[in-house]
């Protein structure tokens, strides 16, 4: 599968791109991307067809700082869940640390390292894009980001030493230079922000160390699952998405990041379909809530049908039995622990 992103990456540029006398839906569809993707919080979109968006537009616009213009608008927030995480570090070191460790869960396409050397420290970039042969304005929108997510715990007077990038400089890097507020170098051995090691001991003023561990917990629980194969990200969706009984294989696959033709292909490769996947998710759903002895209404609705009669027909032709049937057969095969707790104090 494709390096994914988040599609919150998409904000902001709509706005842009029309500043620049663009159509951003147009442009968005060139590259095979639909920017509705920013309603849905769980969407994923291929970072290779961000990055071609982006550049696709600096040329139409015939603007050499398009990818940091974009970076103004970015804050803490849109990292989502990493920069909860980040916020609730205890300073500046830390919240890098976890930045650059959860950093894939936000977008697969980057890696982020924290060096110290000495009284230096590196915020180091990698761009993952094989096949892109040019991906400046993501690159530049990426490393705009951080600095700008620094500068907001460190305050808008702090200033880096130096930026690097490794692609070749604009016609003119005054933009860059203004946006930075330092020497900018390219055409260098790697993309990265060079700093004071001194500023990494900087508190973080809103910290809260519990909030912190329960942050880092369930971001751990979300990154087991991001080498999962192409068919259990499938079923971790349809989970999350079948009680809203919005489960529809388009919006499945919108929050894989591909098209529906690529997902049942994925599906296909692991000998499964999406409605085999959906079936069998619907299945282990209800047997676990009807034996928690939900009522079977709140059951039908949670595994996405309309009403109980559209339920128990399901049900039955997938256990050749009632939801009620099935509940006293589970009743019978439970021990008698009452029973033998009787005759043990006997």
Same mark, same amino acid.
Request: net charge positive; hydrophobic share 40%.
């Given at each position: ?15 842009l791109a029309r500043a620049f ?22 969407? @994923? ?36 869940? &990493? ?37 230096m420290a590196i915020l180091r ?26 500068? @907001? ?91 809203s009984g919005s489960c529809r294989?388009?919006? &499945? ?60 027909? #399901? ?10 049937? #099935? ?20």
């Amino acid at each position: 599968m494709p390096y994914l992103v988040r599609s919150q990456v998409l904000t902001g540029y709509a706005t842009l791109a029309r500043a620049f006398g663009l159509a951003p839906e147009l442009m968005a569809r060139s590259v095979g991307l639909d920017l509705s993707a920013l309603a849905d919080l769980d969407a @994923r979109i291929p970072a290779k067809a961000f990055a071609e968006l982006l550049e696709r537009s600096a040329e139409a616009a015939n603007a050499q700082d398009f990818g940091l213009r974009l970076a103004e608008s970015r804050g803490l927030g849109i990292l989502g869940p &990493v920069g909860i995480v980040m916020r609730e570090e205890a300073d500046l070191r830390s919240a890098l640390q976890s930045l650059a460790r959860y950093l894939p869960i936000h977008n697969e396409a980057l890696g982020l390292e924290l060096d110290e050397d000495g009284r230096m420290a590196i915020l180091r970039l990698e761009v993952r894009l094989p096949g892109l042969p040019e991906a400046r304005h993501f690159t530049e929108l990426s490393l705009g980001a951080f600095f700008r997510i620094v500068s @907001r715990f460190l305050g808008v007077q702090w200033k880096p030493s130096h930026v690097c990038f490794e692609h070749a400089a604009p016609a003119d890097p005054s933009a860059h230079r203004r946006f930075f507020g330092c020497r900018v170098e390219f055409q260098h051995e790697f993309n990265g922000v060079i700093f004071n090691s001194k500023d990494l001991d900087a508190p973080i003023s809103m910290s809260d160390a519990m909030l912190a561990r329960y942050a880092h917990r369930y971001l751990d629980a979300i990154a087991q699952h991001r080498d999962a194969s192409p068919s259990d990200k499938v079923r971790e969706l349809v989970r999350l998405w079948l009680p809203s009984g919005s489960c529809r294989a388009s919006k &499945v696959a919108r929050g894989l990041g591909v098209d529906r033709r690529s997902m049942h292909r994925y599906l296909s490769q692991a000998g499964e379909s999406f409605s085999l996947v959906v079936s069998e998710i619907r299945a282990e759903m209800a047997c676990r809530m009807l034996g928690g002895r939900r009522p079977v209404s709140e059951v039908a609705e949670l595994v996405g049908f309309s009403g109980p009669a559209a339920f128990s027909r #399901w049900f039955k032709q997938t256990f050749d039995c009632s939801p009620s049937q #099935w509940r006293e057969i589970q009743e019978d095969r439970r021990p008698q622990y009452r029973k033998r707790s009787g005759r043990a104090g006997a």
